[in-house]
């Protein structure tokens, strides 16, 4: 595996899509990676990953913590909407992702979420930020 950020993002991914709760507020297909900004709402966009490679473990493993940065997005009518969505993906995420094909959770931090105005009033959108923080491992 050379990017471990990018198992862990599916592995998030697997986990929300798997959800109940979820994807009753968001259809799977906006569950994705991309742009910040959605085309289609509301929706759960994953933002660029960031890796620290922490070193070598036993048994030819490597470790790394992992940061990944959700954004949450409906219409701002719809504020209750996007705080749903967020308190769903919480709990999905809550104990780590599930199924993590490729990698081993190591440590998990308790996702952490921020919710934000708009810039462009224009667009009458909530959007709320969450990140997550992992330490994983995976064989070479």
């Not at 996007?82 to 440590?107: H, K, S, T």
């Amino acid at each position: 595996m050379l990017d471990p950020a990018l198992a862990f993002q599916t592995a998030v991914r697997a986990s929300l899509v798997a959800s109940p709760s979820v994807v009753a507020l968001v259809l799977p297909d906006n569950i994705r990676a991309g742009g910040t900004r959605p085309d289609r709402l509301p929706s759960v966009i994953f933002a660029d990953a960031q890796t620290e490679f922490l070193g070598c473990a036993a048994g030819s493993q490597r470790l790394a913590r992992v940061f990944l940065t959700l954004h949450v997005w409906a219409q701002e009518d719809g504020a209750d909407v996007a705080r749903q969505i967020g308190a769903a993906v919480y709990q999905a995420l809550e104990f780590g992702p599930a199924g993590a094909a490729g990698i081993m959770v190591d440590e998990w931090q308790h996702p952490r979420l921020v919710w934000l105005r708009d810039p462009k009033p224009e667009l009458s959108l909530t959007h709320g930020v969450m990140t997550l923080e992992a330490v994983v491992r995976w064989r070479v």
